[in-house]
């Protein structure tokens, strides 16, 4: 399996609402990745797990809040988000986070709408 | 510091003719460089990876790059271009950052292919 699986693929919230993205890849890596993609932009990192513990934050504001519960799994909660926030949002995971060679492998995103 | 350029932001082409997409690198590092596609509305899907083992570099789809340091560039080619191939490339370096492997993204070159 060389999957990363994000669910859900589309999503339609409100500046009010709480909703969470979530992200599962059954490879055995130990880094996590989440970027955020604007339309016809590249990827930006938002936030990096290496062992389950947060590595890398790149100043993502606090109305989003990741998790990675295990190995396994990586969320990404939402509140109070503002409609600039809409975008694709992206998972990504490599065997491990230590290397600069390291091969990502990437979900195929949850397109998110902030109305 | 690391950066990428990519020198078209589009490139069109007719079906069976060849593909160049190009891109210029700077690194502090011996760097990686990797090129990633990305069809609409998908997540990326890594085409092929540089790591300084050898500069001309094969792919999956028919796609190849050569490293060549006394020019900075990572050039993407394929020979014969398919209409499959209409997607977004992004050229990537990365080099270590704090023991954490980062990917720095170009802006991207959207491929066109006519029949």
């Known amino acids: 399996d060389t999957e990363v699986t994000q669910t859900p693929k589309h999503l339609v919230m409100g500046m009010t609402n709480k909703k969470s993205l979530k992200c599962e890849q059954h490879?055995?890596?130990?880094?996590m990745y989440w970027y955020k993609q604007k339309a016809k932009k590249p990827p930006e990192l938002m936030f990096v797990?290496?062992?389950?513990?947060?590595?890398i934050n790149e100043s993502v504001p606090s109305r989003f809040s990741p998790e990675c519960p295990n190995s396994s799994l990586l969320n990404l909660h939402l509140h109070a988000l503002q409609p600039e926030d809409s975008a694709l949002y992206l998972c990504?995971?490599?065997?491990?986070?230590?290397?600069?060679?390291?091969?990502?492998?990437f979900g195929s995103g949850t397109q998110l709408s902030v109305l | 510091a690391q950066s990428v350029t990519q020198l078209d932001s589009h490139v069109s082409v007719s079906e069976g003719t060849p593909v160049l997409l190009r891109c210029n690198y700077s690194?502090?590092?011996?760097?990686?460089l990797f090129w990633y596609v990305q069809h609409p509305n998908k997540g990326l899907q890594l085409l092929l990876k540089?790591?300084?083992?050898?500069?001309l570099v094969k792919g999956i789809n028919g796609f190849e790059a050569e490293f060549k340091k006394s020019e900075t560039s990572f050039h993407l080619t394929k020979p014969s271009a398919h209409m499959s191939d209409a997607a977004e490339y992004f050229c990537?370096?990365?080099?270590?950052?704090?023991?954490?492997?980062?990917?720095?993204f170009g802006k991207g070159t959207m491929l066109l292919v006519s029949p």
């Open positions: 990504a995971s490599s065997q491990d986070s230590g290397s600069y060679n390291e091969k990502l492998f």
């Open positions: 490879m055995g890596h130990r880094a």
């Open positions: 797990y290496s062992y389950e513990k947060l590595s």
């Open positions: 690194s502090s590092y011996s760097p990686s």
């Open positions: 540089y790591t300084s083992a050898a500069t």
């Open positions: 990537v370096v990365s080099d270590q950052n704090s023991g954490y492997s980062t990917l720095t």
